[in-house]
Nanobody
């Protein structure tokens, strides 16, 4: 059971775009919701964006609002993170993670550092050069 994190690209210039993908394996997006975290060197892991429920309500951290878009393809059991207008401070390892949708009703998993989530992807490096 895993949430694999892939990306197209990895090194991009300031203002550029990247799209991350996460393939859910062994569980359904009907029962789990997926989001993204990131961790920069020397910093704590932080939530970036994530789905709150099966109605596609999404949470975005303030520092990505208006720039990042989370989406999903239920048929393919995949979730995507479109990252636009990238900044140097977006440089980090990005992880996708999944949480049981019932659990998510009681707590916004994407606001914290991801402790207690059910599944994690391996992570992918995103580097934004100035």
């Amino acid at each position: 059971l895993m949430c694999s994190c892939r990306r197209w690209g990895g090194l991009v210039q300031v203002g550029g775009s990247l799209r991350l993908s996460c393939a859910a394996s062994g569980f359904s997006l009907d029962e789990f919701v997926i989001g993204w975290f990131r961790q920069a060197p020397g910093k704590e892991r932080e939530g970036v964006a994530g789905f709150r429920n099966n109605d596609d309500e999404a949470y975005y951290a303030d520092f990505v609002k208006g720039r990042f878009i989370i989406s999903k393809d239920n048929a393919k059991n995949m979730v995507f993170l479109q990252m636009n207008n990238l900044k140097p401070e977006d440089t980090a390892v990005y992880y996708c993670a999944a949480v049981w949708v019932v659990k998510e009703r009681y707590s916004n998993s994407w606001k914290g550092n991801g402790l207690g989530l059910d599944y994690w992807g391996k992570g992918t490096q995103v580097t934004v050069s100035s």
